[in-house]
């Protein structure tokens, strides 16, 4: 055991314990480590942009190669990505070489696009790309091919390998810089998107991009020339290795989205998307016209995995006028409804939201970033571990685990853990760290949420009930009805007469072994017919110590 209070220590102290981590000690066991999907992220606090920030993020996610799945070759992996902000120190210098003017910062988006390796629909889709980009009152400026070494991946990546273009797009003179332009922008890739089959963009937005694919960790940095460069800097940057359980990985599966990664899963995914299409019939968005409106729809893509329809949505939230944070505690709530020492204007700001929408819930940690602000969120349970320390010289640095970066100890000046339900949030505008509850109580003070339930909210047990008796049925009706309906003496004794007497379900295993009902000689009960969909696997048990 002393070994391992040692490697604890270390790993407490410093951010590289990588070596440690590959030797067996006391207790721990290296085979445990392959688990579910890395996250991380590096921010310079003040905003200011470096080729360092780009390059210690690199790190990071070649750090967390052990929560990166591989083929049994071990030469293709699921899937990994890099988020950062468009350098235009770099992009105007490559866009020079091709004649291309970019204007200043924040004049064009950059799209990261997926095409067909066929010549023939890939000009196609270019030329259709050109055309909505018009129709929606924007210059398109051109083409550039994206510099990469396919010699450096496995043989089915390469296989089913995309050929990788940007496209560079003007901003209109009567369009503000940033979310504005962004938000025409992502009506035009909806467009697209809903016209064209064949072609993935990865991203398009005048203030992040993304570059990801589907290889190992340690090919991300030697598959794109762009990383490599010197002249790309970034104040922002997160990482993400993938570890598929839910979807087969692809090239266009794996993380990043375009403004979140994500470790764990959202069990409640399928409802959460179901949800969110039905509510489409009475859906308004005042920053979008309503012609705009149509253009986006449906929200959600529901082929993507659990965290590009999060995504989806949380892109929706943002592009119709919502703040990027607001909208993630919306989705993502932290437990309210029994928590005693929560101000009554906050639960007031929950409950209001929770009429609107349901929580995206699951053993999940979330990064997210617009361009401008970084921010992480942890499950309500927190199930999912992430760490972060902040520099002497002003740099957040946050993975799923310690032991990703190598800092001196003498530059952490905070070294903390994210806890269940809370928020950080670095704003690289004002060049800040915004504490959870700074953040949140200015979210529910901002408008009178409590007067707002108060007057309109109505409750189940202050409706009004029939003085009416129930029908009840005894004797051989009742037997007769049980009978038709596939009530047997087990689930009556087992199931009914425990909730009839405590108000409770009984505890059950969450696993069913049983045969389904369409197979069985006896008539079921309807409510057999269905089942609970939920991932199970990768969810670690709730124990004492959590």
Known sequence: MKEQTTYKKDALNRFSVSDAGKQAAGMYDPGYEHDNCGIGSVVNIKGIKTHETVENALKIVENLKHRAGKDAEGKTGDGVGILLQISH?????????????????????????????????????????????????????????????????GQKAVDCMPYIMQGFVKRPADVEKGLAFDRKLYVARRVFEQ??????????????????????????????????????????????????????????????????VHNGEINTIKGNADKMLAREETMCAPRFSADDLTKVLPVVNTNGSDSAMLDNTLEFLVMSGMDLPLAVMIMIPEPWANNSIMSQKKKDFYQYYATMMEPWDGPASILFSDGDIMGAVLDRNGLRPSRYYITTDDYLILSSEVGVLEIEPERIKVKERLRPGKMLLVDTVKGEVIDDNELKDSYANMQPYGEWLDRNLVELKDLKIPN??????????????????????????????PMARNGAESIAAMGIDSPIPVLSKDQQPLFNYFKQLFAQVTNPPIDCIR
């Open 89 to 153: 120190k770099f992009f105007s210098k490559v866009a020079k070489q091709l004649g291309i003017e970019l204007g200043e910062e924040r004049d064009y988006g950059v799209g990261m696009f997926f095409f067909p390796q066929d010549e023939l629909k890939r000009n196609r889709a270019k030329k259709m790309f050109e055309v909505i980009v018009g129709k929606e009152g924007m210059e398109f400026l051109g083409w550039r091919e994206v510099p990469t070494d396919p010699t450096k991946l």
């Open 468 to 497: 009416e008796r129930v029908i009840e049925h005894r004797g051989e009706d009742l037997n007769r009805l049980q009978k038709a309906f596939g009530y047997t003496y087990e689930s009556t004794k087992d199931t009914i007469l």
């Open 195 to 260: 016209s064209n089959d064949d072609t993935y963009v990865v991203s398009l937005s005048s203030r992040t991009i993304v570059y990801k694919g589907m290889f190992l960790v340690e090919q991300l940095r030697l598959f794109f020339a762009d990383l490599q460069d010197k002249d790309y800097e970034s104040a922002i940057a997160t990482v993400h290795s993938r570890f598929s359980t839910n979807t087969n990985p692809s090239w266009e599966r794996a993380h990043p989205n375009r403004f979140i």
